[in-house]
Nanobody, 125 residues
Framework: HVQLVESGGGLVQAGGSLKLSCAAS????????MGWFRQDLGREREFVAA????????YYQDSVKGRFTISRDTAENTVFLHMRSLRAEDTAVYYC??????????????????WGRGTQVTVSS
């Protein structure tokens, strides 16, 4: 059973930056699309970004385009989310996910084979 562990969350002022990491417990996910989702209190989980197993294809929610960048280090079984120009509305628990489907399907269905437990990101205005 693959475990995903997120790190890098914290408190940041609006306009600041954070870089999240998600480490997988083994190389099973090297052929999986991986993505980031977020959920704030009282709201549904929403898709943020996803990346193909090769790293060649990325997919973003419209509200984060141009501000967030997803990348992966396949050799280290790790995916990253570099967040810039953070806004108060980016506040949420951020979850890492891995799935055999494409990044587009991962984003559309919000269904994944594996999920992390999340890391809190709080943006103060």
């Amino acid at each position: 059973h693959v475990q995903l562990v997120e790190s890098g969350g914290g408190l940041v002022q609006a306009g600041g930056s954070l870089k999240l990491s998600c480490a997988a417990s083994d190389s099973t996910v090297s052929t999986y699309a991986m993505g980031w989702f977020r959920q704030d209190l009282g709201r549904e989980r929403e898709f943020v970004a996803a990346i193909s197993w090769s790293g060649e294809t990325t997919y973003y929610q419209d509200s984060v385009k141009g501000r967030f960048t997803i990348s992966r280090d396949t050799a280290e079984n790790t995916v990253f989310l570099h967040m810039r120009s953070l806004r108060a509305e980016d506040t949420a628990v951020y979850y890492c996910a891995a799935d055999r489907a494409s990044p587009f399907t991962l984003g559309a269905t919000k269904w994944a084979d594996y999920w992390g437990r999340g890391t809190q990101v709080t943006v103060s205005s």
